[in-house]
């Protein structure tokens, strides 16, 4: 095993651009919509930022860099490459290294991408979304189906590698739809897809509706369930598995950066509400940061620290964290690391066994098929109390 368990996962960096052209109803990222932003005054913030954290993690190599939001595909390319050119001063950057960029595909933003590639993205990750004009409007988003495939097919002959996103279990889908529209999805060649079933998240505007009971054509839990498994299905046939529960991809077109975070790897969170998980001179640490852009951009700039929470994470909170976010890969987790973080209840794990729920090797557990659609319920049993 490695000399501490997050050398596993590695180290990445995930830098968060907040803002959006408008809030999604269903979205509770943290995200802003604003009309005028001073992107040189952002540029001098992240730069200071990344400065600061290469000081306290000297000599790693990073995997990967993530650009999140809101919508990053916001930015001038001019401002990418500079945050790009001070990550490569900064740190040894892996030869393999994934850049990723978000993207929403509208036609001015598409129009970027050459400008993203030039600057070190070599990773795109499009928010399509929905494959239907009625569907789109629905969800809130700005682009249309034109739009979204001229932004795939631009994005496939710019990037080496090229993910997009869809929502599904969608209000008044059928799975007819679902399978009709995954399986054109398929077709665009893409390495990667994120399919999520849509979440009706509280203190978002579809989480206003829903608590009024003006949601309505929300699929059952059944209808939700036959679709998640259709997805496995027409996937697997494509020749992309699940890797994760919600994230499928051509073998060795997985993300690397999200990977880091489900294997517990450590990785350095700046921007506005950007998590982070360093661990220095032994100690696990989670940070976290002012969650409103200019609360965050007046921070850096009069204290020289973005950080608005650092503390340690005592062993029983970094097992729990483990199996959570390990037990959503195929792969499972690494019991070595397991056992280095404080281990596990045996008993639960045979009993979990016995009725196909995990299985077990020398060195991992990982969920079945049959338990990888009930994971909370496995935590339930799993996590101590």
Not at 83 to 89: G, N, P, S
Not at 146 to 170: Q, V
Not at 302 to 309: A, F, I, K, P
Request: proline share 5%.
């Amino acid at each position: 095993m490695a000399t501490e368990p997050w050398q596993s996962g590695g180290f990445g960096l995930y830098l968060h651009w907040p803002f959006c052209q408008a809030k999604c109803p269903y979205c509770d990222f943290n995200s802003h919509v604003q009309a005028e932003i001073d992107q040189s005054r952002w540029k001098r913030a992240y730069v200071a930022e990344i400065a600061r954290v290469a000081s306290e993690t000297p000599g790693r190599v990073l995997r990967s860099v993530f650009f999140g939001g809101g919508t990053p595909s916001l930015m001038e390319p001019d401002l990418v490459h500079a945050i790009l050119d001070a990550v490569r001063a900064h740190w040894t950057l892996a030869n393999d290294v994934e850049i990723t960029l978000e993207a929403n595909p509208t036609s001015v933003e598409a129009g970027r991408f050459r400008g993203y590639r030039d600057a070190g993205v070599n990773r795109l990750s499009l928010g399509v979304q929905a494959l239907n004009a009625d569907d789109l409007k629905r969800l809130g988003r700005l682009h249309s189906v034109t739009e979204a495939r001229a932004a795939l097919d631009l994005a496939r002959d710019t990037f080496d590698r090229i993910s997009f996103d869809l929502i599904y279990a969608r209000q008044d889908q059928t799975l007819d739809d679902w399978r009709a529209e995954l399986t054109q999805a398929l077709t665009y060649a893409a390495d990667h897809l994120s399919l999520y079933q849509l979440t009706i998240e509280p203190g978002t505007a579809f989480g206003d509706r829903f608590s009024r009971g003006r949601l309505g054509g929300l699929p059952t839990e059944d209808l939700s369930g036959d679709m998640y498994f259709a997805t496995q299905e027409l996937c697997e046939a494509a020749g992309l598995p699940a890797y994760e529960i919600s994230n499928h991809a051509k073998p060795g077109a997985e993300s690397r950066h999200n990977l880091i975070y489900w294997r517990g790897g450590d990785y350095a969170g700046i921007g506005p509400g950007a998590h982070g998980r360093l661990t220095l001179n032994g100690t696990r640490l989670a940070t976290d940061t002012p969650k409103g852009p200019l609360d965050w951009l007046r921070q850096v700039e009069t204290t020289g620290n973005g950080e608005s929470l650092r503390q340690s994470l005592p062993l029983k909170d970094q097992a729990a964290e483990y199996l959570m976010m390990g037990l959503r890969l195929r792969d499972g987790v690494d019991l070595a690391i397991l056992s280095a973080l404080g281990g596990i209840n045996k008993n639960k794990i045979k009993w979990l066994e016995d009725i196909g729920m995990v299985e077990t090797t020398p060195h991992s557990l990982r969920t079945t098929a049959a338990g990888r659609p009930v994971l909370n319920a496995i935590l339930t049993e799993l996590l101590p109390d």
